[in-house]
T-cell receptor, first 114, second 111 residues
């Protein structure tokens, strides 16, 4: 079956530091990949997505590249801010599953200190 | 901006009671999904609808859970005879194609 594995948190960084959150996946088909972010007390917000190999999703300074050869979709940001403190979820949706559901990783909490 | 809305935002109930949650999707989104999220975990899929048809149900969705989307617009999720293990955040999402957009969730606490 499909699965998503993320690096465990919490990840604690100083403001302006470089952030990387690793995400790898297993899929029977050819999935679309997503990063969602959950701020404290809020629902999930779509951060970025990529639908095919070598696509790069980007938003708000975050980037992730769909790497089919390594089955990875690592999230990066060059200079984090305190406002980036949140839980980040990697997820996939598989066309062989009629795009019916998202399979999520366990989430990675990021804490950015001033 | 009319995103996905969920009501109520919080629900506290006693074990054995029935509860019902409502989700209003983004207008014109034909797909609607329900997920459950427990503390420290990623959301887990429960069920989804395309228009009014319920196309898939997870094994997580026991017989005490039922979901409907009678007119292909809003959806309800009912939990009968609640148990303490049902305490979680219940998330609704909608989509037109692949990308799902989430509501703020309903936090259920079963005492």
């Amino acid at each position: 079956g499909n699965s998503v594995t993320q690096m465990e948190g919490p990840v604690t960084l100083s403001e302006e530091a470089f952030l990387t959150i690793n995400c790898t996946y297993t899929a029977t088909g050819y999935p679309s990949l997503f990063w969602y972010v959950q701020y404290p007390g809020e629902g999930l917000q779509l951060l970025l997505k990529a639908t095919k190999a070598d696509d790069k999703g980007s938003n708000k300074g975050f980037e992730a590249t769909y790497r089919k050869e390594t089955t990875s979709f690592h999230l990066e940001k060059g200079s984090v801010q305190v406002s980036d403190s949140a839980v980040y979820f990697c997820a996939l949706s598989d066309r062989t599953d009629s795009w019916g559901k998202l399979q999520f990783g366990a989430g990675t909490q990021v804490v950015v200190t001033p | 901006d009319t995103g996905v809305s969920q009501n109520p935002r919080h629900k506290i109930t006693k074990r054995g009671q029935n509860v019902t949650f409502r989700c209003d999707p983004i207008s014109e989104h034909n797909r609607l999904y329900w997920y459950r999220q427990t503390l420290g975990q990623g959301p887990e899929f429960l069920t989804y609808f395309q228009n009014e048809a319920q196309l898939e149900k997870s094994r997580l969705l026991s017989d005490r859970f039922s979901a409907e989307r009678p007119k292909g617009s809003f959806s309800t999720l009912e939990i009968q005879r609640t148990e303490q293990g049902d305490s979680a955040m219940y998330l609704c999402a909608s989509s037109y194609q692949v990308t799902q957009y989430f509501g703020p969730g309903t936090r259920l606490t079963v005492l």
